[in-house]
């Protein structure tokens, strides 16, 4: 029964250019969650999805940060013109539907290296 | 407020001693606490977790215990183990999204 995978693991990005990170939930989730978590912090919530919709983004910066959760494929997180301040790892989280959404299963994290 | 507090931020402990993590919240609308272990280079894994109409879960070495009017709940691992130095994370859940404390990072020594 494998886990939440998320690829790549390790992302290097020069200043200015686009990163692209890839949740693919447990089998059987629906919900997607990502998270951030900068060095020495816990993490912070970023968006929450499920299929084809984006239910809650407040945690998203405003500019430059996207996510989505298409019928078919994994979930994406977007960050274009990559900044410094964007280094961190990125988690990505999944539950079931309905009352066990609060049982969130974590990914390995992919730890994005800004240049 | 979405705050999570977490203490202490690291911990050193003797093997077979327990090892205590508080963790304080402010927002009543929270609906279920969990605690995450997280090894270096990996994901948080879900420990243990409680609902605030129950003031004490144990699984194992692992206990919560939970103070709903002081707003308060803590993780006690008892005979603690080499293999449990890890950073933990409390948590706290609403409206879909999980609120982290900062971690505390456990050593438990030989």
């Known amino acids: 029964n494998a886990g939440v995978m998320q690829n790549p693991r390790h992302l290097v990005r020069r200043r200015g250019q686009e990163a692209r990170l890839r949740c693919s939930p447990m089998?059987?989730?629906?919900?997607v969650y990502w998270y951030r978590q900068l060095p020495e912090e816990g993490l912070k919530f970023m968006v929450y999805?499920?299929?084809?919709?984006?239910?809650?983004e407040s945690g998203m910066p405003k500019e430059r940060f996207s996510a989505e959760f298409p019928k078919e494929g994994p979930s994406i997180l977007r960050i274009q013109q990559v900044v410094r301040g964007d280094s961190a790892a990125y988690f990505c989280?999944?539950?079931?539907?309905?009352?066990?959404?609060?049982?969130?299963?974590f990914g390995p994290g992919t730890r994005l290296t800004v240049t | 407020q979405q705050q999570v507090k977490q203490s202490p931020q690291s911990l050193i402990v003797q093997k077979g001693g327990i090892s205590i993590i508080n963790c304080a919240y402010e927002?009543?609308?929270?609906?279920?606490f969990p605690w995450y272990q997280q090894f270096p280079g990996k994901g948080p894994a879900l420990l243990i977790a409680?609902?605030?109409?129950?003031s004490e879960k144990k699984e194992g070495r692992f206990t919560i215990s939970f103070n709903k009017s002081a707003k308060q709940f803590s993780l006690h691992i008892m005979d603690s183990q080499p293999g449990d130095s890890a950073t933990y994370f409390c948590?706290?859940?609403?409206?879909?999204?999980?609120?982290f404390g900062e971690g505390t990072q456990l050593t438990v020594n030989p």
């Open positions: 948590a706290a859940y609403s409206g879909s999204r999980l609120t």
């Open positions: 089998k059987g989730h629906s919900h």
């Open positions: 927002n009543t609308a929270f609906d279920y």
């Open positions: 409680i609902r605030p109409d129950v």
């Open positions: 989280a999944s539950s079931l539907l309905g009352s066990l959404s609060y049982e969130q299963y």
């Open positions: 999805l499920q299929k084809e919709n984006i239910i809650d």
